[in-house]
């Protein structure tokens, strides 16, 4: 489906293969939009141009390439990617007239889906790279510089990994002590709903000698925890060291073998992947957060048969008994879509009632939105705009009940914090619990990367206020 939605540009001349010289106070502006594995795309694609001289800024007037790395999930995703173009086509003609030209490039998702569009529609841009060629973009960057434009979208999986740098240990230290690692890219599960399979590609997974490389270089820069990411992690099935396929359950308890690696996740799983050597894992290993992102999307099993998630209510529910019987404290996140074509007031209130059986401590949820290209975009009877809209705040309100009792529920308990940064005003820091929640407690910037023991002294809904426990 990819190559249909976009075109492969001229294979690299020897001539953009060379480094450039003598313009090594280059400045790059990354915006991200959407998931973890963008944010740490857009991590690796700065980490590939530094070694073209291109230092990171925080200030897209000032940067001399500007790209932005575009997520295709939501609704009017493309619009709003167009509506940020015009606004940078400006700054661009500006800088060409004070003779300081500026690099404009569109990659991810949205670059993925429409390719050679975005540059008929937008004549600023000058380079547009699909989620898998980002191993490509010092040299791409280069012939775009030279005044080509160039679109490229096609390049295998595989090879992005094998050949992205890994950061200086400089810079992984001044993002802080926790780290994302992707080990699975792709989906091949075609929900009717989703664009995934079309802009990611089919399900690759990382081999394990790859990802204990990268996670030892995370450590040894002081990283002590690393969120394992994935459009399926759990369906991640990679080469081991003894030419097994290995599961992610299998990979977990390796990674857990690591020194200095005290805190591990990952996300997004699949029900249809929560295999039980996985549920072991977080029965076996202290280094496994007790928090688990499973998204069923929908309590109805006719919506969830619509939706082509091939998994019933009742198959959902009883792996959250088994995962719970496994982990007694862990936290459960997921997420939901309203309003899918169909869906009626008794396929909701099924919705309302999984919910209220799992009890979750976080969840995300959205109405539904058609996404072109998707078998559900072509489905009849689409709900209402004001019925999703009213069956949506029902929703998060139980949602949100449900998240503010699970942070109550830890006031008074002590727990361990990993201190991430500095919070808005003097003196105080910002930690994450094991379940994923902000905790807000006095400190100074010495503490960041340590784990620490704390009493949680106040609940809010999104948040922990904690106090530190006297010697």
Known sequence: MSNQLSSKAENTS???????TGDSDKKVFIKTYGCQMNVYDSQRMNDALAKDGYSETQDMEDAD????????????????????????????EARSEGNRPVTLGVTGCVAQAEGQEIIRRERSVDLVVGPQTYHQIPQIVRRARDGEKVVQTEFAIEEKFETLPLASTKKIRSRGPTAFLTVQEGCDKFCTFCVVPYTRGAEVSRPVAQILEEAQKLIDSGVREITLLGQNVNAWHGLGHDEREWGLGELLR????IEGLDRLRYVTSHPRDMEQSLIDAHRDLKSLMPYLHLPVQAGSDRILKAMNRKHTAAEYIAMIRKIKEARPDIAMSGDFIVGFPGETDQDFEDTLQIVRDTEYAQ??????????????????????????????????????????????????????VLIEKRGKTEGQMIGRSPWLQSVILAGSEEDIGKIIPVKIVHAAPNSLNAEHISA
């Open 14 to 20: 020897s001539k953009s293969n060379a480094p450039i």
């Open 65 to 92: 390439l500007i790209l932005l790395n575009t997520c295709h999930i939501r609704e009017k995703a493309a619009e709003k990617v167009y509506s940020e173009l015009g606004r940078i086509r400006k700054l661009k």
């Open 363 to 416: 969840a995300f949820s959205f109405k539904y939105s058609p996404r072109p290209g998707t078998p559900g975009a072509e489905l009849e009877d689409q709900v209402p705009e004001d019925v999703k809209s009213e069956r949506l705040q029902r929703l998060q309100a139980l949602l949100n009940e449900q998240q503010y009792d699970f942070n109550k529920g830890l006031v008074g308990k002590t727990i361990d």
């Open 254 to 257: 390796e990674l857990d073998k």
